[in-house]
């Protein structure tokens, strides 16, 4: 199994310096194979007319990603970029669909580690290696999320490095008199004090199941011990059923008083404007958010802090969850492939690294790239010091059921009140051992 590769290759990102911003600019030059330079589409030199469809899950960037691709056609004549998102928990099934009928995408956005599997396995997507030479630079931790685990090739250009905190309103904390917490009596006693003036305190989603698992790693994973206790699962030394991942869970019941009032009816989008109206005070969630943040709420001051580890937990530091997000594939199908393998190239540039920086609040998978956003730049510290791998994603999505669904679905029951912590934890276990062979087993 993947399990301890994995885990080494996340720690090294945070250390080396993908966690990003000092990276040195790439050795690889342009791809000169191909006699232009990664930013020149081969229709730039023609007269060529060619529209490029490109599909994301991330309806809440198109803006950024339209500005971003607005510079791209601006140096490549006769090229248009077309950015076609799509609802986050329908996107799999509808790509899946798209890349084996016409009118499918050329570029997609793909899913990283198990949930690429199956496209590449359908042989929906070209392989990447001998295309785009710059993905050599590349570290090759990032590229994990973009390979395939059979053949080892690369199928993605990655484009982002995610990871887990709580957001919050910094007017808010001023006004209320509440500091950054630094132990977890500060942090649930900060959640208190708002509670009693009628706000809501931590906002969060509890009908978009896909986000459950964030919520529980971002208040918990040091409450299971991180690093240290996804080792032990992949060497069969413990299961999901470990008292201190039960644990973990029921630091999720203790805070269901904090969250919104009947948070299963609150949608993902919602528990986004709670926190950019002001209704909430915090936000735990994805670095993928403060770009969001800042477009909805230009004139909130946004401030960022790792959930401190709740009592009795096995490591005493807080913890950073984060991975590899996705990539940029090329449809094997594209009837525009020589055009697609252009935008992909550009996309492996600094260039472009740093607009998707600069524009959409997140660290760039491109080497060389620098966060300009303070909160973006403290995030990167935090990760760099103490990270931990957002466990169910990185390890469990490689079989079905996917561990991030079964999460998500036993958490929402956790806050329906029909599932207990053991219940929710036993579900976790019985669903990935249908496929998981621990690499001690």
């Keep these: 199994m993947r399990g301890s590769s994995l885990r080494r290759s996340l720690l090294a990102l945070a250390a080396s310096g993908l966690v990003l911003a000092a990276c040195a600019p790439p050795a690889t030059e342009p791809d000169e194979a191909a006699g232009q330079d990664a930013g020149q589409s081969e229709a730039a030199a023609g007269d060529e007319q060619v529209t490029l469809s490109v599909w994301s899950w991330r309806p809440e960037d198109k803006a950024a990603y339209e500005k971003i691709f607005a510079a791209y056609e601006a140096d490549n004549p006769g090229v248009t970029v077309e950015f076609k998102p799509y609802v986050n928990t329908e996107y799999n099934t509808i790509l899946a669909t798209g890349l084996t009928e016409e009118g499918?995408?050329?570029?997609?956005?793909?899913?990283?580690?198990?949930?690429?599997?199956?496209?590449?396995?359908?042989?929906?997507?070209?392989?990447?290696?001998?295309?785009?030479?710059?993905?050599?630079?590349?570290?090759?931790?990032?590229?994990?999320?973009?390979?395939?685990?059979?053949?080892?090739?690369?199928?993605?250009?990655?484009?982002?490095?995610?990871?887990?905190?709580?957001?919050?309103?910094?007017?808010?904390?001023?006004?209320?008199?509440?500091?950054?917490?630094?132990?977890?009596?500060?942090?649930?006693?900060?959640?208190?004090?708002?509670?009693?003036?009628?706000?809501?305190?931590?906002?969060?989603?509890?009908?978009?199941?896909?986000?459950?698992?964030?919520?529980?790693?971002?208040?918990?994973?040091?409450?299971?011990?991180?690093?240290?206790?996804?080792?032990?699962?992949?060497?069969?030394?413990?299961?999901?059923?470990?008292?201190?991942y039960v644990a973990s869970i029921e630091v999720v019941d203790q805070l269901k008083p904090y969250l919104p009032q009947d948070v299963v009816g609150v949608a993902y989008t919602d528990a986004q404007t709670l926190f950019t109206t002001g209704r909430a005070a915090m936000f735990a969630g994805g670095s993928f958010e403060l770009g969001f943040f800042r477009a909805q709420a230009p004139d909130m001051e946004i401030g960022v802090f790792s959930v401190p580890p709740p009592p009795e937990s096995p490591v005493d530091t807080p913890l950073v969850p984060g991975w590899a997000d996705g990539s940029w594939g090329v449809n094997a199908d594209s009837l525009n492939k020589e055009a697609a393998l252009d935008l992909v190239r550009w996309m492996a540039t600094q260039e472009f690294g740093q607009m998707f920086t600069d524009e959409l609040g997140q660290i760039s998978g491109v080497p060389g790239t620098e966060p300009t956003d303070e909160v973006l730049a403290e995030i990167v510290t935090a990760y760099g010091e103490h990270p931990a791998p957002y466990l169910l994603l990185v390890d469990y999505r490689y079989g079905e059921p996917l561990g991030t669904d079964l999460m998500g679905e036993g958490m929402q029951e956790l806050l329906l009140g029909d599932a207990t912590p053991?219940?929710?934890?036993?579900?976790?276990?019985?669903?990935?051992?249908?496929?998981?062979?621990?690499?001690?087993?």
């Design 104 to 244: 499918g995408p050329d570029v997609a956005q793909l899913r990283a580690y198990g949930q690429l599997q199956p496209l590449i396995e359908s042989g929906d997507l070209l392989a990447l290696d001998d295309e785009v030479p710059a993905l050599a630079d590349f570290a090759p931790e990032v590229l994990e999320g973009a390979e395939g685990r059979e053949d080892g090739k690369l199928y993605g250009v990655p484009f982002a490095v995610q990871t887990m905190q709580v957001f919050y309103n910094q007017a808010m904390f001023d006004e209320a008199g509440v500091a950054e917490p630094e132990t977890w009596d500060e942090f649930t006693a900060a959640l208190e004090r708002f509670k009693q003036q009628d706000t809501i305190p931590l906002a969060t989603t509890g009908k978009d199941t896909w986000m459950l698992p964030i919520l529980h790693d971002t208040v918990a994973a040091t409450r299971y011990g991180g690093q240290d206790f996804q080792q032990a699962l992949q060497a069969g030394e413990t299961d999901f059923t470990d008292p201190d």
């Design 422 to 441: 053991a219940d929710v934890a036993k579900k976790v276990d019985e669903g990935i051992s249908q496929w998981f062979e621990p690499q001690g087993g």
